[in-house]
């Protein structure tokens, strides 16, 4: 969207009109950047002058956009909650400055995506700083310029990632990249969406409330438009023509169809009815999204190697085939291995991650040689951890073009070879990567180069911990859980060390990776822990059981937990798992008692 705005209002019209500030505000992935920009262009069209200060979720000013790289490099891990909190109102100041104020002109819109607001919810409803100091300086910043309507995209944390896991791969980045905000887990943006939710409550006459969870996109639109048109009229704008996108109801709306009959099902009394009902009810659940709504059926199918699954994942692989082949990670049927041989050529970079943990397979090696020059980092990294000889053939053809995953590659491995790669990239240039390699080695090498890049490099040092017992590791561990408890908890495996223990009670309302931590685990604690968790994050806490377990108590938790979010479609998924593996363990009890009786 450009400045430039053609049919604009007369200069002496555009007098009588007064300026107009609205701000949008939302958690990573709640949408509000497809709607103002949805917005601002529909105004455009009408001829109203709209300036869009973060216009497709990018700043206008260069300075903002490097205050906002700095808070963002997890370099700064040590970086203080006050100096974070004045780095974003200096990022937001800067904005005002230099771009908002100038183009608050008669008979202009400014637009904005966040602001002063954001700085609230993060430094003091999820930081923890005091609010009244918040307020005095966010007063300074703004000099009295606060927007006319304040529009907040409210959803819940986890569409807002599985949104975002969608368009990743759609926009293709890199995984593995986090910032400084990431390392939190995903409880800070609960916590924020808490702030945002009080903020509305505290002053509803200038805020709007979008439910962009459980409206559709035209729905929340319209009511943004309703409200817009209000405020205009009220600054002296002449009437814009209504673009009906949707009817609205102040109806509370019933249950989805999914979420119902998930529910009808959940009340059943026949338990292995139960189960074959609600696998029917998912794949039908399925097959409905794939025409409007084919990334969610793609990525909802991931990690499912069935008939069923293969023939929703046909249906979308030509819209989504980044997601449906990401979608085959460690699959390894015939169906999921054609599958990527028709992908291959499409979306080689998807189809090379998903040979990670194939081993030896013969298809997935043959797979790996042809994708090496198209995919070189994925291919790399799809043989981390292991010492084969087709491993190594890898990463001596990989080596000049993706040093870097080469050397993460090498994550555990103590041999000779491995150390001699390492110990040729000891400049900073290849830290980040030599300290990944370093999982789960807990030598006397391997912590002298954890020393030395621990001041630049500190949370990859962290990272390096995976695996780790020693006393080292775990006074590491407690000394940066409170800055980083996302990739703390991810070191510490399904240990039963009290520590761990320790460790998982300091991260627990922010990490939803404390349940991943429990996979598996039958103990009293770990149960405390999982019914403690199952509100706050029920997916993970069903998945924490794993989907081999399958005793009485195991599948009444799983139903409690899905009749209390019976429109979950993840939560229904992780039930599904058990189910196959529940058939699965049968059928090879019942092939051994053949084998037997023969």
């Known amino acids: 969207m450009s400045d430039s705005v053609s049919g604009s209002p007369d200069q002496d019209s555009a007098g009588a009109m007064e300026p107009v500030f609205i701000d949008f505000e939302g958690i990573d992935g709640s949408g509000k950047t497809t709607l103002s920009n949805r917005i601002a262009q529909y105004l455009i069209d009408c001829g109203i002058p709209v300036h869009h200060a973060r216009d497709q979720g990018v700043f206008r000013s260069e300075i903002s956009k490097a205050i906002r790289d700095l808070t963002r490099d997890p370099r700064f891990l040590r970086m203080s909650d006050v100096t974070e909190f004045l780095l974003y109102v200096a990022r937001d100041t800067q904005m005002i400055d230099e771009y908002i104020r100038p183009k608050l002109l008669p008979g202009n819109l400014v637009f904005c995506d966040r602001y002063l607001y954001s700085a609230i919810t993060h430094s003091h409803h999820a930081r923890g700083l005091s609010r009244e100091g918040v307020d005095k300086v966010l007063e300074l910043a703004a000099r009295d310029l606060w927007p006319d309507l304040v529009v907040y995209c409210d959803v819940d944390p986890l569409t807002s990632r599985l949104r975002k896991k969608i368009q990743k791969v759609r926009d293709k980045k890199k995984a593995g990249d986090f910032g400084r905000k990431g390392l939190m887990g995903i409880g800070f943006r609960e916590e924020m969406r808490k702030g945002f939710l009080q903020l509305a409550d505290e002053d509803p006459d ?55 009959g998930s529910l009808e099902i959940c009340k059943g009394e026949d338990e292995e009815g139960r189960r074959v009902a609600l696998t029917d009810h ?75 943990g194939m081993g030896k397979n013969p298809r997935a090696c043959q797979l790996r040689l042809e994708l090496a ?26 080596d000049k073009k993706v040093p870097d995953e080469v050397l993460m590659s090498l994550r555990g491995l103590e041999t000779e070879r491995a150390w001699e790669m390492r110990n040729d990239r000891t400049r900073d240039k290849y830290a980040r990567a030599l300290l990944e390699s370093l999982g789960g080695i807990d030598s006397e090498e391997a912590w002298e180069l954890r020393e030395r890049f621990s001041d630049e490099f500190l949370p990859w040092v962290l990272i390096s911990l995976r695996g780790l017992k020693s006393e080292r590791s775990w006074q590491l561990r407690e000394e940066h859980v409170c800055r980083a408890p996302k990739i703390i908890i991810k070191t510490i495996g399904c240990s039963n060390d009290p520590r761990a223990w320790d460790v998982r009670n300091a991260s627990k309302l922010y990490a939803k990776e404390v349940l991943d931590s429990l996979s598996g685990l039958d103990s009293g604690d770990a149960w ?12 993970t806490a069903v998945s924490s059981i794993g989907a081999g377990a399958q005793s009485e108590r195991d599948w009444k938790f799983r139903w409690e937990i899905l009749e209390g979010h019976p429109g ?9 798992k058990a189910q196959l593996k529940s058939l699965s363990r049968r059928a090879k009890e019942e092939a051994r008692k053949e084998e037997g009786a023969v």
């Open 282 to 356: 998912f794949y039908s659940e399925l097959d409905r999204l794939c025409e409007n709504a084919a990334g969610f059926t793609a990525l909802f199918t991931s990690g499912l190697d069935t008939p069923e699954a293969h023939a929703l994942r046909a249906k979308v692989k030509d819209r989504e085939p980044g997601m449906v082949a990401k979608g085959l990670g460690g699959l390894r049927s015939e169906e999921a291995m054609d599958l990527r041989e028709e992908l291959k050529d499409t979306v080689p970079v998807f189809v090379a991650g998903s040979l990670s």
């Open 568 to 576: 979950n479609h993840l939560l229904a998924k992780h039930l599904v």
């Open 206 to 260: 200038n805020w709007l409330v979008i439910d962009n969870a459980n409206s559709t996109i035209e729905e929340s639109l319209q009511r943004i438009f309703n409200r817009i048109k209000d405020v205009l009229a009220r600054k002296g704008y002449p009437e814009i023509p209504d673009p009906c996108w949707a009817e609205l109801s102040s109806e509370e709306k019933p249950l989805g169809e999914f979420a119902a």
């Open 528 to 539: 405390r822990l999982r019914m403690e968790l199952k509100d706050k994050w029920p997916n």
């Open 373 to 398: 020059d198209v995919a070189p980092e994925q291919i790399a990294l799809a043989v981390r951890g292991s010492d084969s000889e087709h491993a190594w053939e890898l990463r001596d053809q990989l």
